[in-house]
Structures are given as structure tokens and as C-alpha cells.
């Protein structure tokens, strides 16, 4: 059953998503060659007990961490650690929910460490890119389906990508997953309609290579089966008005990337040069 959020909802969840985003500012402050995911993991987690509220992930089905740590062909659902020493040419790709005031928000980013090729960056921009034309489909009026056609017709028709199938983003609020689940792939006209005060979650997952995925050995992981890298940006949104309206922010990361000299800065796509 889809719960649909008041006003006053959104707003805890959006400040549970501010609170997220802030985290991912900091990974995105942090990043460099040499330093593990078992560090920024530790930091993350102070932050979002310092405001208060818990990791969102953290002993969820026996999750054992704040941040999901995914590298390369890693999709998502990595497992942050001390073995995991950030190189070179990695790409990162970091999720993080947080609860706070009886709500969860969460969010996620791919960070790109020094030299990474332009195959693999264009990677990022498409994937980053998807996520905002699904999220301007998020309208009344619309369908579920239709936010899952334009991600996947961006990703596999106008670009040569694929949709990871088996992941999918969701709804959110007083639970961290809650209905309806909101795939990356789908029919234009299909699915529930999109109502007012529905809050969900985009998250398109898109592999360079092959759609097929599978899990590591770690029991967490989720790993491309080409073993080609894969890209994972994430929104919390809210529709209100009737438009969508984003809760999650990466502003502040992107300006962390920025001003990060190791890291290279995800761009965004000029369309007439797509
Ligand atoms: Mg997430
Ligand atoms: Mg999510």
C-alpha cells in the first residue's frame, strides 16, 4: 500500500535527505587515492550522530555499515571496509540513508578519483542525467511507468548503457523501503498514477557493459557480471503541486568535487552534443 506523505512529512523527510547529502558532501571533501572505505564510513556515521538521528542502513537485514561503498563493477550494496584502499582511476559510488524524527532520507552519488578514462565519465554524466529526466516525468498525471521508460529509453536507446533490472528505487518515509517500487526500466502509460504527497526514490543504476548482475561472495555486494563498471546517482523526491520536488540536494557535493583536486567532476551533459 502506497502511504502518501502531508506537508509536514515531507518537510522531516527532507531534512533527514539534507542530512544525507551533507554526509555525501563530506565523502566527496574526503575522497582521494589511499584512503578506505572503513574511514569515511567512521565519519559518516559521526556526522549523522551529531544531528541526532542514525544511519539509515546500519544493521538494516544485518547491513553492517552507514555508507554502501561500491566500486567499479560494484553497482551497489558494497560493503565499506578497510581493505577497501581507494586508487587512482576508481570510480565510488556512495548511498547513504539516514533516520531522523521518525523518518528516513536517502541519497546517492558516484565519485570519480583521479584518472578516470572519458568512456567511464560519460558513463557517470549519462547516468546522473537519467536521473533528472525520471525525476521531470514525476508529475500528476503520469504514470510509474513512464518515470522508468525515460530513464531506460535515455540510458539504452539514446545511449548505449544498460538498466540494472534487478535493483529499484522505492518509496520512503516512515520506513526505509516502502511502496511502491519505482524500477528504472517500463512502459510509458503504465504502472499507479502519480498522486500528490507520493515521496520516492529514483535511483538509476546503469552499467556500462551488460544489464546481468550478480552478488559477491560478502553476501552484500552486487557486481556486474562483465565486470564492467556501473554508475548509481540517487533523489528523494516529493511530488507536490503536482511537479516533482526534490528533497535530496547534491549541490553541496558537487561543490565538494569541485574544490576536491582529486577527485574529476562529474559534468553535466550538453544535449545537442549527446
Ligand atoms: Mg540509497
Ligand atoms: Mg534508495
Not at 517500463?186 to 557493459?209: D, H, T
Not at 533523489?235 to 553541496?252: N, R, V
Amino acid at each position: 500500500m502506497i502511504y502518501y506523505k502531508t506537508a509536514e512529512e515531507i518537510e522531516l523527510i527532507r531534512k533527514s535527505c539534507l542530512l544525507v547529502c551533507e554526509v555525501l558532501t563530506y565523502v566527496g571533501s574526503a575522497l582521494k587515492p589511499g584512503i578506505t572505505g572503513a574511514e569515511i564510513d567512521a565519519r559518516a556515521e559521526e556526522i549523522i550522530r551529531d544531528h541526532k538521528a542514525e544511519p539509515g542502513f546500519k544493521g538494516y537485514r544485518g547491513f553492517p555499515a552507514t555508507l554502501c561503498v561500491s566500486v567499479n563493477n560494484s553497482v551497489v550494496h558494497g560493503i565499506p571496509s578497510e581493505k577497501q584502499v581507494f586508487q587512482d582511476g576508481d570510480i565510488v559510488s556512495v548511498d547513504c540513508g539516514v533516520f531522523m524524527n521518525g523518518f528516513f532520507g536517502d541519497a546517492a552519488y558516484t565519485f570519480a578519483i583521479g584518472d578516470v578514462s572519458e568512456a567511464v565519465m560519460k558513463l557517470l554524466r549519462v547516468t546522473n542525467t537519467s536521473l533528472y529526466k525520471g525525476i521531470d516525468v514525476a508529475q500528476v498525471g503520469n504514470r510509474l511507468g513512464d518515470i522508468g521508460f525515460t530513464i531506460q529509453h535515455f540510458v539504452e536507446k539514446v545511449h548505449p548503457y544498460s538498466v540494472v533490472r534487478e535493483l529499484v528505487g522505492h518509496g520512503l518515509g516512515r520506513e526505509l523501503h516502502e511502496d511502491p517500487q519505482v524500477p528504472n526500466f517500463g512502459k510509458r502509460g503504465r504502472g499507479s498514477k502519480l498522486k500528490e504527497g507520493l515521496v520516492i526514490a529514483i535511483e538509476p543504476m546503469v552499467n556500462l557493459g551488460r544489464k546481468e548482475v550478480t552478488q559477491a561472495n560478502d553476501g552484500w555486494t552486487i557486481i556486474t557480471k562483465d565486470k564492467k563498471p556501473s554508475a548509481h546517482f540517487e533523489h528523494t523526491i516529493a511530488i507536490q503541486k503536482g511537479k516533482p520536488d526534490i528533497l535530496s540536494d547534491h549541490t553541496g557535493v558537487e561543490a565538494a568535487v569541485r574544490a576536491n583536486d582529486n577527485l574529476k567532476e562529474v559534468l553535466p551533459l550538453v544535449e545537442s552534443l549527446v
